[in-house]
């Protein structure tokens, strides 16, 4: 089964950077090329958020919240998404979690990112 695993979560104050990594395990390399990947985040009593998106030819859209301060990514060599995050905002504290766009694979664990004001 693949397993989806978040890190490079952190605490930082506003206007800081933070890095997301996604390490989609035991998935196929096959699979994993042409799939389109997705980094979502979660805040405390609020729905699930999709936050940016790229696909396999690695065309790329964002929140508009989120747009000009992150940036998505992906190696697919290493199976991963990366999601790079600048300029972050108090507003932008929630888990960030990956997955697949369709057919989505059961969701990894997150990182928590907190930025503070």
């Known amino acids: 089964q693949v397993h989806l695993v978040e890190s490079g979560g952190g605490l930082v104050q506003a206007g800081g950077s933070l890095r997301l990594s996604c390490r989609a395990q035991?998935?196929?390399?096959?699979?994993?090329?042409?799939?389109?990947m997705s980094w979502y985040r979660q805040a405390p009593g609020l729905q699930r958020e999709l936050v940016a998106t790229?696909?396999?030819?690695?065309?790329?859209n964002y929140v508009d919240s989120v747009k000009g301060r992150f940036t998505i990514s992906r190696d697919n060599t290493r199976k991963t998404v990366y999601l790079a995050m600048n300029d972050l905002k108090p507003e932008d504290t929630a888990r960030y979690y990956c997955?697949?766009?369709?057919?989505?694979?059961?969701w990894g664990q997150g990182t928590q990112v907190t930025v503070s004001s």
């Open positions: 997955n697949r766009q369709t057919q989505q694979l059961p």
């Open positions: 035991r998935m196929i390399t096959s699979t994993f090329n042409p799939a389109t």
């Open positions: 790229i696909t396999g030819d690695r065309n790329t």
